[in-house]
Each structure stands twice: as structure tokens, then as C-alpha cells.
T-cell receptor, first 117, second 114 residues
């Protein structure tokens, strides 16, 4: 079974702190994604990566950065946490077929509930 | 990616089939229909996807109309553990800024009742 793991289920940080959220997948997937989920707003894409050291901004990248030094690991960084970044953060991974350009289904981690006080 | 419309909520009796509709009238020819669900406090879970033919797997069946403007996810024998938010998503192929990202709407909250 595909497994996507996230470093913490619950995290509490103070305003201004630098926060690292780690995600690891064990299926050799090329694509990795970071979403945040808020009530009434659904899931929104923050950043994604389709290869090592490659990254693309999603719909709401402001206040975040990412790092992908190894294929299996995709980190989300909050440079200076703010209270409006309190949210559920979800990581996902998927593979894709370079021949057909078909992107396969995404597998999600359990999520990290971050509270910034 | 095409936009989808789903009912906000639905109820289903345990053991009965749950039929979840989705409208995607602006879908284009190379876009797929995906279904995910999210059980409370968990990450979303992939269920099934299709292009134009009906599909079935161990979790569910997907019925896509001939004009592809709508689809129905069928859970043949719903259980209490199927209570979740179900998302219908339309997505094209990789490339041209469409690098596999999923656009989640509000989904349908399915409540399976004993």
C-alpha cells in the first residue's frame, strides 16, 4: 500500500516562529503536493513539486516556501508563522505517465493540524 | 479544469445503495472524472476515476452519462464507515500548468444512518 506520512498530527506554534512540516512518501512518486484545508473553503493548493528540486506555486503560496531535496520528501516551511496560518495541512503524492500525460490518483497523508497562537 | 456541482448533503440507510450525483457540464474531451472522500479528521482518500466508460472497483461504481456532463458514484451497500464528505473532481492531463493538482469543491456530506 502507498503510504504518505506527515511528521506530526498536531502542532502548536507561536506567532513569528519558523515552522517545518515534513512529508514522506514511499512509492517513488514524482509529484508531491501541499494543501491546506479550512472550514467552508475546502482544500486549497499551496505548492507542488513534480521532480526533485522543482517546485511550483499553487493557489495560495504567500507566506509559505517548500523544499524537495529528495524524491520521497517534500517539506513545507512557514518562515514566520501567523495566526491566519492556523489550519489543517495535507500532503499528497502521485505518479504520472510521461507517455500519455496521465496523472494518476493522489494519495494523501493523515494531515497536520497546526495552531498558531 | 471544469467546475463541478454536487448536492451539499445526502442521507442513506445502512445496507442500501448510496447514489451520489455530480454535474460537470463544461467538461472537455480529455478531462477525467475523479471521486475522493474524506472521513472526519483524516486525509482525502481516492475512490475511483473514469473518462467516458463506466468503471467499477472494490469500493464503488462510477456511472458517466453518454454526453459526459454528469456522473454518479454508487456505493452498493453503504455502511456507517462510509459516512464522509465525497468530492467529485474533473481534471485534465499532466502539463501546461495542470500538473496533477486537484481542485476540491465543497463536496457532498453523506450520512449513513443505521
Amino acid at each position: 500500500d502507498v503510504k504518505v506520512t506527515q511528521s506530526s498530527r498536531y502542532l502548536v506554534k507561536r506567532t513569528g516562529e519558523k515552522v517545518f512540516l515534513e512529508c514522506v512518501q514511499d512509492m517513488d512518486h514524482e509529484n508531491m503536493f501541499w494543501y491546506r484545508q479550512d472550514p467552508g473553503l475546502g482544500l486549497r493548493l499551496i505548492y507542488f513539486s513534480y521532480d526533485v528540486k522543482m517546485k511550483e506555486k499553487g493557489d495560495i503560496p504567500e507566506g509559505y516556501s517548500v523544499s524537495r531535496e529528495k524524491k520521497e520528501r517534500f517539506s513545507l516551511i512557514l518562515e514566520s508563522a501567523s495566526t491566519n496560518q492556523t489550519s489543517m495541512y495535507l500532503c499528497a503524492s502521485s505518479s504520472w505517465d510521461r507517455g500519455t500525460l496521465m496523472t494518476y490518483e493522489q494519495y494523501f497523508g493523515p494531515g497536520t493540524r497546526l495552531t498558531v497562537t | 479544469d471544469a467546475k463541478t456541482t454536487q448536492p451539499t448533503s445526502m442521507d442513506c440507510a445502512e445496507g442500501r445503495a448510496a447514489n451520489l450525483p455530480c454535474n460537470h457540464s463544461t467538461i472537455s474531451g480529455n478531462e477525467y472524472v475523479y471521486w475522493y472522500r474524506q472521513i472526519h479528521s483524516q486525509g482525502p482518500q481516492y475512490i475511483i476515476h473514469g473518462l467516458k466508460n463506466n468503471e467499477t472497483n472494490e469500493m464503488a461504481s462510477l456511472i458517466i452519462t453518454e454526453d459526459r456532463k454528469s456522473s454518479t458514484l454508487i456505493l452498493p451497500h453503504a455502511t456507517l464507515r462510509d459516512t464522509a464528505v465525497y468530492y467529485c473532481i474533473v481534471r485534465g492531463r499532466h502539463g501546461s500548468g495542470n500538473t496533477g493538482k486537484l481542485i476540491f469543491g465543497q463536496g457532498t456530506t453523506l450520512q449513513v444512518k443505521p
